[in-house]
């Protein structure tokens, strides 16, 4: 019977309909006789059921057999290709197609459309489309289809509208192809148009519809019209619930998708694997493990016990949800472990910083031979990453190589983290330079390792590399190049990304504005941080302490706590980092109520425990010298580390209470904590005020023992130890001990002999230090440099200057600084300009030095000039430079650049600087705008007496002393002390005034305030003693000097006190003062000759004079001058012009107007008149005034009119002012005249 044709065939359909096909295969072997239907459905079965290569097999043993193949059969043919998606087959096939006669069937060819379509062979699919003549809907929806699926979304619009022109109308199929498109292009506005299509079509309700509309929505984020699409649909299958799930909770609304998943249950559709593992991603955003734990025991029972990624998921909500344990018991139970399932765990103890247990599971993964992941790489990179590993992480390196990974770009930015973190920044560029995707992530990662590293400039340089290649730094790139940019102080770059910045919109980011916030601080510009903070829409904690501390770092401590007070009327509750910032301030301003309220605040906030800010609670207490409460906090530390220790010790010291530090040593040391430097420095110092140097030499042993004898800031405490309680030789032996002899420890000794001023033993260690074959190093020159120029001593530095250049130790900036700073300080322009000109490189120091140079030389144009050049290499102004740029626009009357660097100040944050501050006053009072002066004098608390005092010289310059006097008033009136410079000034403006009583009063106060004069105002109170004739003061002055300690090398101080006793008519005193001086120089000489000129003491003065040549003293123009004034109140002429020849020829003085006045007063005294007008007519010098009225006396001493016309329009034409007071003698002596000639 199985062999009758019919029969058997019937049979062969009865096995393929049930997917039997080795019984279909059987029977067909049976059959005698096989038509082209039994063979046809053979070949139907194994393109449905079996392998699609046994259908084409088949399909040439039925060739072979002669049996010629139906459209059936074609089309059985093509359902195998489709599976095989083997395009040369279906080719094959199409052309046995057109060969048999069936290229006009439009099934064959719909089918041959789809079959070309599915085997991705889209342009032979169109030429078959565009072959058929007669199209239905099919023939459009296989193309479409073809597209949509090849994901060609724009070809699946443009041919659905083609498809309308055609005629054809669209059906379920050509909408879900429409649909598929739409969610490839995100064309919501479509998809949109298309639902209201559908609505009127009437397929709103089709399930496959309805399942690709949701999917649409939820892709872009549409949850509400998501929703109502579901709600449309009458009968719903697990799938389209398990998208509304799967919708809710990738888009984080996980409660709506837990409901979602309890209603499924509710209408008896069973979950499907997917929708429990979206449910168990939901509850893990949740932390709602109860549920992820019963969802799960759920899905086992349902039988799902056997999927992999529903093991995973579970592994994944434990891990996200902090139960590793859990985690790690479900992934012990799991039948397998595949790449997922490792990588989930991986990723839970990254996530917990469980560095060792990622390593132990990576190398799990290697012996099990599990398939490396992505995900399990950047873990294991992390861990090595965290834990510094570099071999390990090289090793990952190799096995990322062999998977083929190191292209991928996240894989290549942790390849760079991991080498940067190591230190290894050669090898993190190699890592950058052989990565072929280099993403904004990348390039990121390496600006991110640069900068960490401290390589500023390199991270910067990569920043702009990677904008020339067009990728835009996103929000972490502009984080790190800020970061970047403060490390290495270039405000214009960091000022530049902020533009950026603001282009990109960005600049409320928090992450962003915080960081701003750090660069604007940390450059002083205070006020822009402000802005920035002032801007932000939503101010986070980490905002506020950002504005906190660059306030409180820049010393702006009042608007530090108006900012902490308004965090709290904000509601934003205060962190560690914010008690951190404001105990500082505390400590800072010494505000014991204000720290109390903060130490109130954080135990309220249950943060006392932190260590961190107890240690700096007890920091303030014991800086404003509350020191029981000091204690107390140090006491109710449940841990305390060497920092609590050193802060309690400080203000012992501090406060007097230095036996309580070296009381409690023992007690630290039985805690285990080891002493730092910091604390033996106060033991130290205890031990010098209490001079124990038996407690000393202990310390000095523990710290020699602990190897810290090495620390420059414990070498100047040992220093100063034995050098306040010990010998020398106790001194010595530390030298020669401390550090073997290093170079370093001697600079230590020589620096803290130069900060003393103890030049001489200076010079004696650095001898010692040379017979020990130690060479002096950058330092020690430095401090040798300095010392020198504190003694003057020109040769010195000369001689120093040349060892340098021998040593070739000339290319150090910080030497090249402190030579500059020698050559400028002695005045030496020349030397200094040619060591600047010879600088490779030079930094803001190196150009205020050689400013400050010529401004004190009264250079102001040079100065000025220079100032243009350092702007013009890019070099940036500090507070010192700006405060000499407005004194060189002050002294050059040059308002309005002064007001641009005002400006440009004021943009920094820096006019609340004391130094910028005065300058500021001091410049605009020299230029006369006192408004613009007093305004910044009050407005930004600079109210300090060198403000005040630089605010009254300008007044005095201006000749409005009695402002200079008001100004002084007020500043006493709000308790600001006057200081010596102020005083000084005070006494000027007396002196100014003619009022020498009130000046000299002036120093009873000064000294009532406990101030020591100084120079400048010993020389006005002695000017104010020469202008009084106060013999008396003038004697107490003197008395006060000696008992001040007046130096011998005071020789300025000495000469005053010989002038002013010459004027009070002392020369006796004048004359001993005199003697006593070891040097006498020619001002001193010149003093002493006019005192006795004065006094009328000719012989005693012609005596000291030809003394001056005896002891080779060099005659200057002012003592000839006194010789000859002397001669001219003498009368004699011939000795007069013996001494003006000695001092043209013999000592080559030119000389003077005074000189060639002081010649014609005798010459005309003596009659000689016309030799009077021959000298005036001849000398090299234009006369002045004097020398007219000095003609016009003699010419009426002698009658001679006609000379007197011409010297009283010559006198009229010098000097204008004179003109009344001539016209006036004129009229007498014409009168006089008159009365003669009547009289004859």
């Known amino acids: 019977m199985e062999a009758h044709e019919e029969l058997g065939s019937h049979l062969v359909d009865f096995f393929v309909h049930f997917g ?220 389209i619930w398990t998208a509304l799930i799967t919708g809710y909770t990738d888009h984080g609304q996980c409660e709506e998708a837990l409901k979602c998943f309890g209603r499924m249950q ?237 282009k990109q919109g960005i600049e409320t980011n928090a992450y962003i504005a915080n960081s701003l916030m750090e660069l604007y601080s940390n450059f002083g510009s205070i006020a822009d941080a402000q802005l920035i903070f002032d801007r932000l829409p939503g101010k986070d904690i980490v905002s506020w302490n950002s504005i906190i501390a660059g306030f409180s770092e820049q010393g702006f401590y009042e608007e530090a706590l108006s900012c902490f007070k308004q965090m709290g009327l904000e509601g934003v509750q205060p962190n560690v980092a914010t008690y951190l910032s404001m105990l500082k301030v505390c400590a800072d301003l010494e505000m014991v109520d204000e720290g109390r309220f903060l130490h109130t605040n954080i135990v309220i906030n249950q943060l006392e425990q932190d260590l961190y800010i107890g240690n700096n609670i007890i920091g303030l207490y014991a800086k404003v010298g509350q020191l029981l409460e000091a204690h107390a906090v140090f006491d109710g530390l449940s841990a305390r580390d060497v920092f609590s220790w050193n802060a309690l010790f400080g203000g012992y010291v501090d406060y007097g209470l230095v036996e309580e530090p070296l009381m409690l040593l023992p007690k630290m040391q039985l805690e285990g904590i080891s002493l730092s430097p910091v604390t033996y420095m106060h033991c130290l ?112 530095i000369h001689e120093l200057h040349l060892e340098i250049l021998k040593r070739g130790l000339n290319n150090d900036l910080m030497i090249e600084n402190a030579i500059l700073d020698a050559y400028v300080k002695q005045d030496l322009l020349m030397d200094a300009t040619a060591v600047f000109k010879r600088m490779p490189s030079k930094d803001v120091i190196s150009w205020t030095s050689m400013i400050l140079g010529y401004l004190e030389d009264g250079q102001y144009d040079e100065a000025l000039c220079h100032f243009e050049k350092m702007k013009l290499e890019g070099v940036h102004h500090d507070i010192v430079s700006y405060s000499l740029d407005i004194k060189v626009c002050g002294f050059l009357q040059m308002i309005h650049r002064g007001q641009e660097i005002h400006c440009e100040i004021v943009k920094k944050g820096l006019e609340g600087d004391p130094f910028t501050g005065r300058a500021l006053v001091g410049m605009y009072a020299k230029v006369g705008a006192f408004q613009e002066a007093c305004k910044i004098h009050s407005k930004y608390s600079i109210q300090d007496p060198v403000a005040c005092s630089v605010l009254s010289v300008g007044y005095l310059e201006a000749g409005l002393g009695n402002k200079a006097l008001t100004c002084f008033e007020q500043m006493q009136l709000q308790g600001i002390g006057g200081d010596v410079v102020s005083w000084s000034i005070i006494i000027m403006v007396y002196l100014y005034q003619g009022e020498n009583s009130k000046a000299l009063h002036v120093l009873n106060q000064i000294l009532e305030q406990g101030l020591l004069p100084d120079t400048t105002l010993y020389l006005n109170i002695l000017q104010a003693c020469s202008n009084a004739a106060s013999l008396e003061m003038c004697k107490v002055v003197h008395a006060q000097l000696h008992g001040y300690g007046l130096k011998p090398l005071d020789s300025i101080l000495l000469t005053a006190l010989i002038d002013s006793y010459s004027k009070c008519g002392s020369m006796r005193e004048a004359q001993q003062v005199f003697n006593e001086m070891p040097v006498k120089d020619t001002v001193a000489w010149n003093a002493l000759l006019a005192g006795y000129a004065n006094q009328g003491e000719r012989e005693l003065f012609i005596c000291f004079f030809n003394q001056m040549g005896v002891q080779s003293i060099e005659l200057d123009q002012v003592a000839f001058l006194t010789a000859l004034t002397v001669c001219c109140h003498s009368g004699l002429l011939a000795e007069a012009q013996e001494l003006f020849r000695i001092m043209t020829e013999v000592h080559s003085i030119s000389p003077t107007v005074e000189h060639f006045n002081c010649m014609a007063d005798l010459l005309g005294r003596a009659g000689h008149l016309s030799e009077v007008v021959l000298m005036l007519g001849s000398m090299p010098l234009q006369p002045d005034c004097i020398s007219w009225n000095t003609i016009l006396a003699s010419c009426q001493r002698l009658g001679d009119l006609k000379l007197y016309c011409h010297a009283f329009h010559r006198a009229v034409d010098v000097d204008d002012d004179t003109a009344p007071l001539m016209r006036a003698s004129t009229a007498i002596y014409f009168s006089e005249v008159q009365s003669d000639l009547q009289i004859a």
């Open 20 to 239: 039997f096909l080795c019984d279909a295969q059987r029977a067909f072997n049976r059959l005698e006789y096989r038509t082209e239907y039994s063979w046809t459905t053979l070949i139907s079965g194994y393109a449905e059921y079996g392998d699609a290569l046994l259908a084409h097999s088949t399909y040439l043993k039925m060739k072979e057999e002669g049996m010629l193949p139906s459209k059936f059969t074609f089309l059985a043919l093509l359902k195998a290709c489709r599976k095989l998606k083997c395009p040369e087959k279906c080719h094959a096939i199409h052309a046995e197609i057109l060969d048999c006669g069936f290229g006009d069937n439009l099934i064959i060819r719909n089918s041959l459309i789809d079959t070309y379509a599915k085997c991705g062979s889209l342009n032979k699919a169109k030429e078959a489309f565009d072959e058929t003549s007669c199209r239905d809907v099919i023939t459009w929806n296989v193309l479409l289809a073809g597209f949509a699926e090849n994901h060609m979304n724009t070809k699946v619009i443009n041919y659905a509208c083609w498809m309308s022109d055609d005629g054809i109308f669209p059906d379920a199929c050509t909408y879900l192809s429409i649909l598929k498109a739409c969610r490839g292009l995100k064309d919501i506005e479509r998809g949109f148009i298309i639902h209201a299509e559908l609505v009127k079509e009437g397929y709103e309700g089709d399930l496959l519809i309805s399942s690709s509309l949701l999917e649409l929505y939820l892709q872009g984020g549409l949850l509400v019209e998501a929703q109502n699409v579901f709600d449309e649909v009458d009968v719903r299958d697990a799938s």
């Open 266 to 502: 509710e209408d008896t559709i069973s979950p499907n694997p997917s929708t429990y593992i979206s449910a168990l991603k939901a509850c893990s955003s949740l932390k709602a493990v109860e549920m992820g734990r019963d969802i799960y025991s759920t899905a086992l029972k349902t039988g799902y016990c056997g999927e992999v990624f529903l093991g995973n998921t579970l592994v994944d909500m434990y891990a996200k949800c902090g139960f590793l344990d859990d985690a790690r018991r479900v992934f012990d139970t799991l039948p397998v472990y595949d790449s997922i399932t490792w990588s989930s765990l991986l990723s839970a103890y990254a996530e917990h910083c469980f560095w060792n247990e990622v390593l132990e599971g990576f190398k799990k993964m290697q012996e099990d031979n599990v398939h490396l992941s992505i995900s399990a790489l950047l873990c294991v990179l992390k861990a090595c990453s965290s834990l510094e590993l570099l071999e390990q992480g090289q090793t990952v390196h190799v096995e990322i190589v062999h998977e083929g990974y190191e292209d991928d770009a996240f894989i290549c930015s942790a390849l760079i983290d991991m080498y940067a973190k190591c230190g290894m920044l050669l090898e993190a560029q190699d890592a950058f330079d052989n990565s072929s995707v280099k993403d904004v992530v990348t390039w990121t990662t390496m600006i991110t390792g640069l900068v960490d590293a401290g390589w500023g400039n390199e991270a910067l340089n990569y920043l702009k590399h990677m904008q020339e290649r067009g990728l835009s730094a996103d929000e972490t790139t502009f984080v790190c190049s800020l970061k970047a940019c403060i490390s290495i102080g270039d405000f214009d770059k960091g000022y530049e990304l902020h533009g950026d910045i603001i």
């Open 685 to 796: 110092k205890a031990c010098i005020i209490l001079e124990n140097i038996g407690m000393g030499h202990k310390l000095y042993s523990e710290i020699i023992c602990r190897g810290l004898d090495c620390d420059q800031h414990l070498q100047n405490s040992l220093i100063d130890m034995y050098g306040e309680c010990g010998s020398s030789a106790e001194k010595e032996y530390l030298l020669e001990n401390l550090c073997n002899g290093i170079s370093v420890s001697w600079t230590v000794l020589i620096a803290a002999c130069a900060e003393h001023g103890l030049h001489e033993k200076m010079l004696y260690f650095l001898h010692r230090m040379r017979l020990r074959g130690i060479l002096p190093d950058h330092p020690t020159f430095k401090c040798m440099l300095k010392a020198s120029s504190f003694q003057e001593d020109i040769a010195r």
